[in-house]
């Protein structure tokens, strides 16, 4: 489960890399209007929050290699992040397919 979670992360990493860099390259007046520039706020926050959670994950992981954990594994502050976040990636990941470039 952990392993597929892991797989899931890295090729969504992946897309994220190639989909804002098309936006970039072949939309960048797009980006620049008022619309995609709220768009990029969001997803700056997102992001923001994505990089805290698998850093998160991350300090689970060395502290289970090192030996260092109690019996249990947790990380408080995840929960604080899912609730920050619950309404943020609903506005940013529900883009149509057939209109991904459009704000």
């Known amino acids: 489960m952990c392993k597929d979670a ?3 992360l890295d090729v969504a ?3 994220a890399m190639r989909l804002f860099s098309e ?3 072949f939309h960048s007046e797009e980006v620049a209007t ?3 520039a709220q768009f990029l706020d969001e997803a700056a926050e997102l992001l923001s929050l994505v990089v805290k959670k698998v850093n998160a994950v991350d300090r689970l992981v060395q502290c289970r290699l090192k030996g260092k954990c109690g019996s249990t594994l947790s990380v408080p502050e995840t929960d604080q ?3 920050f976040a619950e309404g943020k990636s609903d506005r940013i990941v529900e883009i149509p397919k057939d209109d991904v470039y459009t704000f």
Do not use: T, V, Y
């Open 6 to 8: 892991l797989g899931r």
């Open 34 to 36: 008022e619309a995609g």
């Open 13 to 15: 990493a992946e897309n």
């Open 81 to 83: 992040f899912d609730r």
């Open 23 to 25: 936006l970039e390259k």
